[in-house]
């Protein structure tokens, strides 16, 4: 599975932004996906995640409230919606697939190359 993110960019606190994550195959449907963002000088860090099967979603603390993970399986791409974003949300933000959702990286088989979120104050 290849995994294309795009829709980042540089925006002011409180503005909203849209990440897509674009896959190659029409077994999109059999992954989950999650998202996973990674600062400057800090380890990478579970985000969000939509599970494969019922479209459960799951979120980190930080983003829950402000962002929506969502996933349109005709279209084999996951968006991240972010709302009312903050200056610490800036990161390089990637999407992964697997067969089973879970905050640990290590659990994803596929990775994108991701996308730059910068967020000024």
């Known amino acids: 599975v290849q995994l294309v993110e795009s829709g980042g960019g540089l925006v002011q606190a409180g503005d909203s932004l849209r990440l897509s994550c674009a896959a190659s195959?029409?077994?999109?449907?059999?992954?989950?996906i999650g998202w996973f963002r990674q600062a400057p000088g800090k380890e990478r860090e579970f985000t969000a995640a939509?599970?494969?099967?019922?479209?459960?979603?799951y979120y980190a603390d930080s983003v829950k409230g402000r962002f929506t993970i969502s996933r349109d399986n005709a279209k084999n791409t996951v968006y991240l919606q972010m709302n009312s974003l903050k200056p610490e949300d800036t990161a390089v933000y990637y999407c992964?697939?697997?067969?089973?959702?879970?905050?640990?990286?290590?659990?994803?088989?596929?990775w994108g190359q991701g996308t730059q979120v910068t967020v000024s104050s």
């Open positions: 992964a697939a697997t067969p089973r959702v879970g905050v640990v990286g290590s659990r994803y088989d596929y």
């Open positions: 195959r029409r077994t999109f449907g059999s992954y989950g």
């Open positions: 939509i599970s494969r099967s019922d479209a459960s979603t």
